[in-house]
């Protein structure tokens, strides 16, 4: 493996902004008064557990539990200290990307790990998008182009829209910020390599 940048996703403390990935993906934030609670289904038990670990990370408890059809479920308390995190991501009851916002690499951690697959046997590798958001999903790719990771944007029609991202630079660069895959074999195979 390359050598980690020193703004990689292992090199950078923990903090509730870190939860912004989940929502750049498929997460979800529930407001109410004064507090929220971010929520993202998953496909599998490995990115379950890695996200329980970020949110503990970042100072809050997490739940793993199922989803109604079956689907790992990843949430956190509703809690004061994520209103400010609804407040930025949404407008009225959507999901509005933040003006301006670049993911820092463990908000790019995070997104990887709720949403991202490496894609044509490795040379390419997806963070997906909420399909249910689909005004999120030009912003996001400006979002990644400001964090120096050009995408294409595809899938948008579809239930399964991505940012795909294509090139060794661009791989190295993304790898450089998320760091080193959770542990398994699963999770090694979901994983940018370069």
Do not use: C, Y
Not at 11 to 39: F, W, Y
Not at 64 to 73: I, K, Q, Y
Not at 134 to 147: G, K, N
């Amino acid at each position: 493996m390359n050598q980690l940048s020193f703004f990689s996703a292992d090199t950078v403390p923990p903090e509730i902004a870190d939860l912004d990935g989940l929502l750049a993906g498929p997460g979800q934030i529930v407001a109410t008064a004064d507090r929220a609670r971010v929520s993202v289904v998953v496909d599998a038990q490995w990115r379950a557990d890695a996200i329980a670990e970020m949110i503990e990370d970042a100072g809050l408890v997490a739940e793993l539990t199922r989803s109604d059809e079956g689907s790992p479920l990843v949430r956190t308390a509703s809690v004061p200290e994520l209103a400010v995190l609804a407040a930025r991501w949404t407008r009225g009851a959507v999901k509005s990307v933040p003006s301006g916002w670049v993911p820092g690499p463990r908000a790019l951690r995070a997104w990887a790990l709720a949403a991202g697959r490496a894609d044509n046997d490795g040379s390419r590798f997806v963070l997906g998008l909420d399909p249910h958001a689909p005004d999120t999903h030009p912003v996001l790719a400006q979002s990644l182009m400001r964090a120096g990771v050009a995408p294409t944007l595809f899938g948008t029609r579809g239930t399964g829209p991505g940012l795909r991202i294509v090139g060794h630079r661009r791989l190295l660069r993304l790898v450089e910020n998320i760091g080193e895959p959770p542990p398994g074999a699963e999770a090694v195979a979901a994983w940018p390599r370069v």
